[in-house]
């Protein structure tokens, strides 16, 4: 173990895989530069000019083109600079990145990781802050990852490259200096495995990426009165473990969802639908989802505050839901 | 005029566009029969442009096409049988019915996935000439659309990478839109004349070319795959045709009827109805002229010939019809690759 920031973990995983696979490559805008955060910064220098690939401004042409190269059986991880950026990479990830293995019978596999950060931060903008993964599990044919730790995010991102399928691999750039723990062994996070961060008994919160640390912080929040949260970073999206979500609800009988994407059309919608059809029986209360509001995200940072999901929305939900109302 | 290629070559050519020619008029005719198939798109009239160019690639080469697939699939060797029942849904397809005729795939024959919003082929064949260099091998990738895709961004995208990575992909568009829409070429909607001025800009040699004449596309071909292999980079061929006037934009008719190859050498024959066509816009009829100009084979031998390839195409029509569809099922399985 090394306390790294998730940034490093990032870098360490995508050397890792490099050196442990040639057919493995990154390619994006200005990557060989590090990309704007630095998440590959050295790896030009350590692996060659032809195994970290700067582009021109052309996310869709450099997603098909990693997407024929993927079915020729190389292993690109692109990096899309920020996931606002992939709308115009649509065509090329949705129609064929998503599709080609299923429409051809079997014949193809597109071993593509797509790197993609967002999340609202820094007053950056409607441009430069969306949560857009709801878009992509509706998508068969895509997987959709989403780290909370640096270790997860090395664990995962090593996973992603080495499956065979496209994976979406988001991270939230305000996690980007958070440390923690990183195995500095080969240490490979399954896609699909839910991690139970914290075990409580009366509520449930559901949570990925950066809203895990708001739900942990709203579940000590609510400890201090005496009410005891399970607290579940999803890590994946699709596949999406709903036996674990299942099994603490059975616990629980409440669930709060969480995440920063806009609440209409989010994730929160399917897993309440599918966590009410495996365990209505169980449920003492309705799921509740604590997201966004239907609203671009807004520049000022006072604006920006409010759009975001903070902890005390999270805990007033599990109180709500608990019947003991907002303090 | 011919390709400067040798009797058994230029016969073999020959046969390959007989094949993608009766293919398709076999499944006109199959569908016009009652035999359900979904909206599909004909290659006829473009034989002389995929046929010379295909028969230049490499075991190792790849191809990615369009919706306008089967002359392509077909002219690198694929099975008729197999792309038919691909065609109509039926387990023993290329894909498994999965993908139909806009997605034919043959892997082995390095028939990579076809893109049916057309101009997303572009980035996916630049990509697959990456993956070619970036492995060291001397493969090069052919990439087949229409006059169309040259209105979609994704085309100006990924050539400026081929030209900047000077990437070993020739791109052939085969240009099919005079006759669908009145005036002189290029009868697309772009405002750019000539389309080749495209590529051009972006450093890529850019060559128009008559689509009915196989030498000329031929010799085309032939350079722009001689510079890729040599790592000098990608090109740009627009071969010309003129729109067969059976073409649809869903369901295909044979108003020309079933080629009547007699006409090549009984010109009397031709009937006044889509006359221009067979007297001098079909290019399978130039090049049977120009066949027996040549005085390399004989009218009886081409009916010899032809009968041969149409006994094949019935017996493909049977094999198709006669295959199970899919197990419902199965319409679950391969989602995600395991």
């Known amino acids: 173990m090394a306390a790294q920031n998730f940034l490093e973990a990032i870098r360490e995983g995508l050397r890792e895989e490099m050196a442990r696979d040639a057919a493995v490559y990154v390619i994006g805008e200005d990557v060989a530069l590090g990309g704007p955060f630095g998440a590959t910064k050295g790896l030009a220098e350590e692996f060659g000019a032809n195994r970290v690939l700067n582009t021109p401004i052309s996310e869709g042409a450099v997603m098909g083109m990693a997407t024929g190269a993927a079915a020729l059986g190389l292993r690109p991880v692109v990096e899309v600079m920020y996931i606002d950026f992939i709308t115009l990479a649509m065509d090329q990830l949705v129609n064929h990145a998503a599709k080609l293995h299923y429409m051809s019978g079997g014949q193809i596999r597109v071993p593509l990781t797509i790197r993609v950060q967002g999340g609202a931060s820094g007053a950056s903008g409607a441009h430069h802050s969306q949560s857009l993964e709801a878009w992509f599990l509706h998508v068969p044919g895509l997987k959709v990852v989403a780290p909370s730790t640096p270790a997860d995010a090395k664990g995962l991102l090593k996973s992603a490259i080495r499956d065979d399928n496209p994976v979406l691999f988001i991270e939230h750039r305000d996690l980007y200096w958070s440390r923690g723990d990183v195995p500095q062994t080969d240490a490979v996070v399954p896609l699909g495995v839910a991690a139970v961060r914290r075990t409580g008994a009366d509520a449930t919160v559901v949570a990925f990426s950066k809203m895990v640390g708001t739900a942990l912080e709203a579940a000590e929040t609510l400890s201090e009165t005496g009410i005891s949260v399970e607290v579940i970073d999803l890590r994946s999206l699709c596949p999406l473990d709903l036996d674990t979500i299942v099994a603490s609800v059975r616990k629980t009988g409440r669930l709060v969802v969480a995440h920063e994407a806009v609440e209409v059309g989010g994730a929160g919608a399917e897993i309440a639908a599918r966590v009410q059809e495996a365990a209505f029986d169980y449920l003492d209360a309705p799921v509740t989802r604590v997201a966004a509001p239907f609203t671009p995200v807004p520049a000022s940072p006072p604006l920006e505050k409010l759009f975001v999901p903070g902890k005390d929305r999270i805990a007033s939900a599990v109180r709500s839901l608990l019947g003991r109302g907002a303090e | ?338």
């Open chain 2, 1 to 338: 005029m011919l390709p400067d290629l040798p009797q058994a070559e230029l016969i073999e050519l020959y046969r390959i566009m007989l094949t993608m020619r009766r293919f398709e008029e076999a499944l006109i005719v199959a569908t016009e029969s009652g035999t359900s198939v979904g909206h599909f798109h004909v290659y006829i009239g473009q034989e002389c442009t995929g046929a010379p160019a295909l028969s230049q690639l490499g075991r190792e080469d790849t191809i990615f096409t369009t919706h306008r697939n089967h002359g392509h699939v077909l002219g690198r060797g694929a099975d008729p049988g197999r792309v038919l029942a691909e065609i109509m849904g039926r387990a023993t397809g290329y894909n498994g019915g999965k993908g139909g005729t806009l997605h034919v795939t043959a892997r082995e024959l390095g028939v990579l996935p076809t893109s049916a919003v057309v101009g997303g082929v572009v980035p996916l064949a630049t990509g697959a000439a990456f993956a070619a260099k970036q492995r060291g091998s001397d493969a090069v990738c052919m990439c087949f659309f229409g006059d169309g895709v040259l209105e979609e961004g994704a085309f100006y995208e990924a050539i400026n990478i081929a030209s900047l990575w000077s990437l070993p992909v020739i791109y052939l568009c085969e240009n099919n839109s005079e006759g669908a829409i009145a005036g002189e070429f290029p009868g697309s909607t772009i405002a750019a004349r000539p389309l080749t001025d495209l590529p051009a800009a972006f450093r890529i040699p850019a060559q128009a070319v008559d689509g009915t004449d196989a030498g000329e596309v031929y010799g085309a071909v032939k350079k722009a795959i001689q510079r890729a292999r040599a790592g000098e980079g990608p090109s740009f061929i627009e071969a010309r045709t003129v729109r067969w006037p059976g073409s649809r934009p869903l369901w295909p008719d044979l108003l020309t009827g079933e080629t009547d190859l007699a006409f090549a050498w009984e010109p009397a024959r031709i009937p006044q109805s889509h006359g221009d066509w067979h007297r001098s816009q079909d290019g399978l009829l130039r090049f049977t002229r120009e066949l027996l100009q040549s005085g390399r084979i004989a009218a009886d031998e081409i009916l010899a010939l032809d009968g041969a390839v149409r006994a094949k195409m019935q017996e493909a029509v049977r094999f198709a019809i006669a295959s199970p569809y899919p197990e419902a099922e199965s319409a679950l399985a391969g989602v995600f690759a395991r």
